[in-house]
């Protein structure tokens, strides 16, 4: 008998608490293969960065394949360093500019202006200082190298959850001060799991576009300076200077294995994962799916951490956080009135101050003829911006509209759009150069469409983003109506994606600024074009170090910028928030 209750207690499975099972299963065991592989190499990644700053330079970057998966390693660190560091900014940044009219004040015209500073502009006057903080380690040119990763990635996704925090519909907010919630509770209850379903598809754009700038940010040449990284921008970097094509490719294809393995292990299943937090009160018939997401919730131990996580994450959102009640939106006081009215002399004063220290440092070696060809280049790239914009949304809306509304097509889209707009303009100016010296092409015109390249996919994803998270009860009430195709676009689904198009196309606009200093000068080998434009002036400026042309280009780049965001998409925000919170 007692042998029969030890073989009882022995097929008895180990429960912890709430009934979960403790003993693993293959699950487990595949999901502990992933995350010890994962860690082996950030660890790999970890020790190559501590290596002596001389290491540059007596292991020179090689074209061998055989250094590709290392190359290919320390490339996707970095970017996922940069990615990390662009959420906290994101969560910190947006989430004050969203919930305080001060710090609006202050954050969003400063997003504007950093999205539209280039990434060589930022180069120029950090790479010097992070080379003098570490000057005996690499991580000196690592910390660059992330950091304008970083500045390639935060404004979208800043752009992103500030505008979903800005427009939470208002039977959701009136719930939520029926339940007097406070703010910090809200914010984890209500409004983070709001905005996840377009952060989420911003943070896979924002990787993507990072693989858009990843040549300047690891082969970097400033002036005197030059550093080179080990890494597949360093890469192509050599492959481009050395005109091997076979290099190229393999550069490519290398590029193309690395995006479909982080988006099968990591973003397809945060996508299927924050397909809960949809707005709606009819559940889609379609729910994104993922391979790897199947697997962590089949997990026995998996699911235990999972369940601990979960506690510790509402323990966190139920800390009773100092913040005062939100009290509903009523017209501000005088006091008030007066406040922002003092506020905004003091962000005067301060950008007055900016801009006279800018012409003290520039009026020595420059003149208004300086100041006159600066502005003159600036139009020519501003109306390249403007007509690839209207070309790009006339193109991706609709197909992100068609793909959005389909589960199924957005899971097998995913991987080719991140690799799309992975896809760096650097690997096309050979092709682009041939052809526009075999055929005597203007490249004042034919080097234009390399700056959308990389930034129309933020239209598209913003689009795909909106269009998913579209609810499937106003889809369905659609369909019982049976309005025809112009009206389902005009009444429907365009004041459904209104806020994410122009979170898409102002940051794609930004972008293509950005990108103008890589597209508007090409070259391969000895060959090299150069387009009339602000971005070519800021590249000439940057390789000859002049830095006060490379200040005056930046100033009328962010002063362009600036001006569009709040001519054009501005009102386009208030317009498309207004909608959306009365839909």
Known sequence: ???????????????????????????????????????????????????????????????????????????????????????????????????????????????????SVPVLGFLTFTVVFFLRLFPSSELGAECAAVFAIFTSQAWNMAFSFYQSLRTVPADLDEVSRHFQLSPWLKFWRLEAPFAAPGLIWNTMMSMSGGWFFVVASEAITVGDTTVKLPGIGSWLAVAIADRNIMAVVQAVLTMAVVILAYDQLLFRPIVAWGDKFRFEQTAAQQRPRSWVYDLWRRGRLVRRLTLATGWIGQAVAALPVGFARPARRVAAPASGRVSDIVWRLIVLAVAAYALWRIVLFTRSTLDWSDVRTAIEMGLLTLLRVAVLISIASAIWVPIGVWIGLRPWAATRVQPLAQFLAAFPANVLFPIAVVLIVALKLDPDIWLSPLMVLGTQWYILFNVIAGASAFPTDLREASTLFRLRTWQWWRKVIVPGILPYYVTGALTASGGSWNASIVAEVASWGDTRLKAAGLGSYIADATESADYPRVVLGIVVMSVMVVACNRLVWRPLYRLAERRFRLA
């Open 1 to 115: 008998m007692a042998r029969r209750d030890l073989e009882k207690v022995g097929r008895t499975p180990l429960l912890g608490l709430g009934g979960v099972e403790l003993r693993p299963n293959v699950y487990d065991l595949a999901i502990f293969v992933l995350v010890a592989a994962a860690f082996v190499a950030m660890a790999y990644g970890a020790r190559e960065i501590a290596a002596p700053a001389s290491k540059l330079v007596a292991e020179p970057i090689t074209l061998d394949p055989a250094h590709l998966p290392e190359y290919a390693l320390r490339t996707t660190l970095r970017m996922f360093a940069a990615i990390a560091a662009s959420l906290v900014f994101t969560f910190v940044v947006a989430t004050l500019a969203a919930k305080s009219r001060k710090a609006e004040l202050v954050i969003v015209p400063a997003l504007d202006i950093l999205q």
